[in-house]
């Protein structure tokens, strides 16, 4: 084991995909021998060579289109994108042609060996620009699959199955947590299930869901309730494509109680798709309406980003008041 | 002159502005439009047996077009996309490639994929959507796509395509395979903003592609000229980006087989990116949806008609004695016969069955996609008439 903040987990995931395939490539905009804004990919050129770590030029539609071409023949295609926020022009890229490679060739061709590695999210003073939580988009579009860590451990573990899964996979890294959230994390290479929602805290009461880095505010939610005796089972979804449904469900049935909390705005999140599917399994079971504690429907804003940001006095008041229903 | 020597530049005291005119880019044709090599031109590099497979496909694709265009008018097909006119662009190109060559295509390269070895059934199979359709009756028609003849398969989208070549010949460089990776597009693709990411990460990472620009002069209604741009067409923009560049007649296959000859050894020899631009004109309409006289004249393609590439192609192969004209009829003629047989053929099969509707979508269909397609199934049981193609054919599959 040893002691990794989560970007270097991340560098570490990149390193040992690098290390046992020699078909992984990793590049975006600055991630070449500077190592990326975030230094996620520092390093990697000095050992690998910038044949397989590189800079791309400053398009973010091209860096999509390539990876998908890179992905197409082969290879193990690892693009980041500097920022979440600027995703957009390799909309097009990312959901009609990643999603849809395999399916509308019938599977002559496949993109699986894509990953699309992006930091998103806020609490960093990043305004409209810079702390956007975009993953609804994708989760709208079949033929992805979306992962979001939550700390250093999960981060290496997902990646490194992002990298290998037979899908393309957007990862999106929490930015706020990449040096904040500290860990141990073993050295070896070991993969972590895609699709299989992590039980963080188990409890009676309330079932608490978040996924990326809302789990270590749902969890500080919970302390806080746990002071008024309320048991809550704290769960990380993990990946919201494919979801967990099963295991919320379970949760749901045995705690008859849900809170779901994200970053980006209420209106059309994931946490709706989660609330509208958990009231078909579980209509019998819940004591409470499911509660969705998110982002307001305005741009992220910046002077008022801590009114705004989704902390855990957010959703301590959503589980009270769930309680108390 | 003095030289600024950060930049590398020459440095000017007086101020001038660069136009058009400062780049124009001539155009090969080896091929007069009368089917004689112009004075001075040499023949590319092209035995009997690859120019009649050359002028056979194109024959070939003829016939297809035409035919496929009446099915659709008929009611047989939903849509379909001719190639006529261009089809000496994208099967003279195809042609001096490798087999092992990637091909990226837009739409309307079925030329390229008939050289490569696409059978007539596995055409018709695509048209028709049935059950034998390589990619599952899934896409519009003409949406071809085949693993095993190294053809991309297509996607409406325009111009996505470009920087995915771009990326496809990144891993076929770093694998040291000795091949490439051609992408066509049109004049109107080129307007898209993946052109330029494409041909520039290209340029930067110098990887083995040719890109093949078929400028046919309109992007469904809209004029290249004047409305698509106002600049000396695509082939400039390969300047600016630092690629190898030429401009060839497109309905001259000898110049196109030259120039993508001469193009491939740079691309596979020497890792340069290449592009093309062959200058054409789409005879038919952009596709069966739209009818060219509601924006050009009759006049107009009666001009473009006169260059047809098939004639030019045919005096010059019975110029050089490995084709008679009695012998071109008769070849086609026994094509024709074979598309309409296929063609009765392939509309009899069924549709594929329900079950493929979920796969494919991941490598292994999830749980929640396996029961959306339960509850599918039982709704269509319940409604068989409102469902004909699926509903017979339930309880008979897997």
Excluded at chain 2, 260 to 273: C, D, F, I, M, S
Excluded at chain 2, 364 to 389: C, F, G, M, S, V
């Amino acid at each position: 084991m040893a002691k990794m903040n989560l970007l270097q987990a991340i560098n570490n995931a990149l390193d040992i995909a690098m290390t046992n395939h020699r078909n992984v490539y990793s590049f975006g905009e600055d991630t070449g021998a500077f190592g990326g804004v975030f230094r996620a990919t520092s390093g990697l050129t000095a050992k690998y060579g910038r044949e397989r770590n590189f800079n791309t030029p400053l398009v973010e539609q091209g860096i999509l289109g390539f990876a998908n071409g890179l992905a197409s023949q082969g290879s193990y295609a690892v693009a980041e994108i500097q920022f979440s926020d600027y995703i957009f022009p390799a909309f097009d890229q990312i959901v009609n042609e990643s999603a849809k490679f395999r399916y509308r060739s019938g599977n002559e061709f496949n993109v699986g060996g894509l990953t699309i590695r992006t930091p998103y999210g806020g609490g960093i003073a990043g305004g409209h620009y810079h702390s956007q939580s975009p993953e609804a988009y994708f989760a709208h579009t079949p033929g992805l699959k979306i992962v979001l860590p939550r700390n250093p451990y999960m981060a290496k573990g997902l990646l490194l199955s992002s990298i290998f899964d037979p899908n393309p996979v957007l990862f999106m890294e929490p930015k706020r947590l990449y040096r904040a959230s500290v860990g141990e994390v073993p050295e070896q290479e070991y993969r972590l299930e895609i699709g299989k929602a992590d039980i963080v805290k188990a409890g009676k009461d309330i079932t608490v869901l978040a996924w990326g880095a809302q789990v270590e505010i749902a969890e500080k939610a919970a302390e806080l309730a746990s002071q008024d005796g309320i048991d809550c089972e704290v769960i990380d979804l993990v990946s919201i494509l494919p979801w967990d449904i099963d295991t919320i469900a379970a949760s749901v049935q045995k705690t008859g109680r849900l809170v779901v909390t994200q970053e980006a705005p209420l209106t059309n999140g994931f946490a709706s798709e989660i609330a509208a599917s958990i009231q078909e399994r579980c209509f019998l079971y819940l004591e409470s309406p499911i509660a969705r504690v998110c982002g307001l429907d305005t741009p992220y804003p910046l002077c008022h980003e801590k009114e705004y940001f989704v902390d855990h006095l957010k959703v301590y008041e959503a589980i009270k008041a769930s309680m108390s229903y | 002159m003095a030289k600024d020597t950060k930049h590398q530049l020459d440095i000017v005291s007086k101020a001038s502005f660069l136009d058009a005119s400062a780049l124009t880019i001539p155009m090969l044709q080896i091929l007069k439009e009368d089917g004689t090599l112009h004075k001075g031109a040499e023949a590319p590099d092209l035995d009997q047996a690859t120019a009649l497979k050359i002028f056979h496909t194109m024959q070939f694709i003829r016939i297809l077009d035409e035919r496929m265009i009446a099915a659709q008018r008929q009611g047989r097909i939903s849509f379909y996309l001719s190639s006529l006119g261009e089809e000496a662009a994208s099967i003279g190109s195809a042609a001096a490639l490798d087999s092992a060559d990637m091909i990226m295509g837009q739409y309307r390269e079925q030329g390229a994929l008939a050289y490569r070895g696409f059978t007539i059934e596995e055409f018709m199979n695509q048209l028709f959507s049935n059950e034998r359709d390589l990619g599952k009756g899934r896409q519009m028609p003409v949406h071809y796509g085949c693993a095993r003849l190294n053809f991309m398969t297509i996607a409406s989208p325009l111009a996505t395509q470009i920087p995915q070549a771009t990326g496809y010949a990144y891993g076929q460089k770093m694998d040291q395979s000795g091949t490439c990776t051609i992408c066509y597009f049109g004049e109107g693709a080129a307007s898209e903003g993946d052109f330029h990411a494409g041909l520039n990460m290209a340029a930067v990472f110098k990887v083995p592609v040719i890109f093949f620009c078929r400028n046919n002069g309109y992007a469904i209604s809209t004029p290249s000229q004047g409305e698509q741009y106002v600049g000396d067409g695509i082939a400039p923009r390969g300047v600016a980006y630092g690629m190898k560049t030429i401009r060839v007649d497109g309905n001259d296959v000898l110049a196109v087989y030259h120039a993508t000859q001469l193009a491939r050894k740079l691309a596979v020899e020497h890792n340069e990116p290449v592009l093309i631009e062959g200058m054409s004109y789409r005879l038919a309409g952009h596709s069966t949806s739209d009818d060219p006289s509601g924006y050009r004249s009759r006049d107009e393609e009666a001009g473009w008609r006169s260059k047809d590439p098939l004639e030019r192609f045919q005096k010059w192969l019975v110029s050089q004695g490995w084709l008679s004209n009695d012998e071109a009829v008769s070849h086609y003629a026994e094509q024709k016969a074979m598309v309409l047989e296929a063609l009765k053929a392939a509309e009899t099969i069924a549709v594929p069955p329900i079950d493929e509707l979920i796969e494919d979508v991941y490598d292994t269909p999830p749980a929640q996609l396996q029961q959306q397609l339960q509850q599918l199934k039982a709704h269509i049981r319940k409604y068989p008439e409102a469902y004909p193609k699926t509903a017979s054919r339930l309880d008979q599959e897997r």
